[in-house]
C-alpha cells in the first residue's frame, strides 16, 4: 500500500521582506525563502512527483498513485504564497493547493482576488480555510455552516472555479464540523495529524507533515523519511489526548504561554 505525504507550509518571508509575525508560536510557521529555494529544489533533485491534494485524490480514485508522489499544500492565503512560493512551484512545474482564509482577501498581508485568479489559471487548486479562520469546534452549528458554506461560495465566485477541499483552521474539528463539511459539498479536508495517507485513509482526515522554520535541506529530507514522521505521530498523539483532556480553549491558551518550552517544533 503506497503511503502519501501531504506537505503543510504557511508564509514565507527574506530578510527583504520580513514577516509581520509577532508572537513565537505563529512566527516559527514562516519559513524563510532560502529555506523554501532549497526543499523545493530537493524535491525537484530527488524526483519527486510534486501535486496539488485534489490531483492526489484524483490519483487515489483511479489507482494511480506511486511511491514518488508528494502533495504540496499552503494555509492561510498569505501574500507570501503568490510572491515568493508561486514562482518557484512554476520553476520546477510543481503544483499545490492553497487554503484560503475567505474575510482576508485582499486584507493587509493577503493575496487579492487577481493573484487567487492567477494562481487557478496555473492550476493551482484554491480551496477553503474558513471563513475568518474561527476554530470550528468552538461554534455553534449554524456558525459552522456559514464558515463552510459562505467561504465556498466567495473563493467560487473570486476564481470561477469549483472548491472542493477544505483544511481545518488551527487543525481542529469534530463530529459535528465533519458533518457539516460534507452537507456543505466538500469532498475532503486536511487536518494537522501528522502521518502518511494511503487509498484506506479518510478523507475527511488527512495527515500532513508540517515544515516550520529553520529547516535546512537536511532536515527536510529527514522530515520525509517513515521514522521520522512515526516519531512525530507519537508526539502529535499526545499533544491530542492533552487537548482532549483540558479542552481546545484551554489548551489554545496552555501552548501560546508554554510554547517556548516545548522541545518538539514540528
Request: net charge negative; aromatic share 12%; with cysteine.
Amino acid at each position: 500500500m503506497v503511503e502519501t505525504i501531504i506537505l503543510l507550509y504557511h508564509d514565507i518571508d527574506s530578510p527583504d521582506h520580513p514577516s509581520e509575525k509577532e508572537d513565537l508560536a505563529t512566527f516559527e510557521t514562516v519559513v524563510r525563502l532560502n529555506e523554501f529555494e532549497h526543499q523545493m529544489a530537493g524535491l525537484a533533485e530527488d524526483g519527486w512527483n510534486v501535486l496539488s491534494m485534489g490531483r492526489y485524490l484524483e490519483k487515489l480514485q483511479l489507482g494511480s498513485v506511486n511511491s514518488k508522489d508528494i502533495v504540496l499544500t499552503f494555509d492561510d492565503g498569505h501574500y507570501s504564497n503568490y510572491k515568493f512560493a508561486f514562482p518557484i512551484l512554476q520553476q520546477y512545474g510543481f503544483t499545490a493547493t492553497f487554503f484560503i482564509i475567505a474575510d482576508r482577501i485582499e486584507t493587509p498581508f493577503y493575496m487579492n482576488p487577481a493573484a487567487l485568479q492567477e494562481l487557478a489559471a496555473a492550476d493551482m487548486e484554491i480551496a477553503s480555510h474558513g471563513l475568518t479562520h474561527t476554530f470550528l469546534p468552538l461554534l455553534a452549528m449554524r456558525e459552522i455552516h456559514r464558515e463552510l458554506e459562505e467561504s465556498k461560495t466567495v473563493l467560487e465566485q473570486v476564481t470561477g472555479h469549483p472548491v472542493h477541499s477544505f483544511a481545518y483552521p488551527g487543525g481542529h474539528f469534530d463530529g459535528r464540523v465533519l458533518h457539516c463539511l460534507q452537507d456543505s459539498g466538500y469532498e475532503a479536508a486536511a487536518s494537522c495529524i501528522v502521518g502518511f495517507n494511503t487509498v484506506a485513509t479518510d478523507w475527511f482526515r488527512l495527515r500532513r507533515v508540517e515544515i516550520r522554520r529553520g529547516t535546512s535541506i537536511d532536515d527536510f529530507k529527514n522530515a520525509l523519511t517513515r521514522k521520522n514522521i512515526l516519531f512525530y505521530q507519537g508526539v502529535d498523539s499526545v499533544k491530542r489526548m492533552v487537548k482532549k483532556s483540558v479542552g481546545l480553549a484551554r489548551y489554545r491558551k496552555l501552548r501560546q504561554k508554554m510554547y517556548c518550552l516545548y522541545p518538539f517544533k514540528r
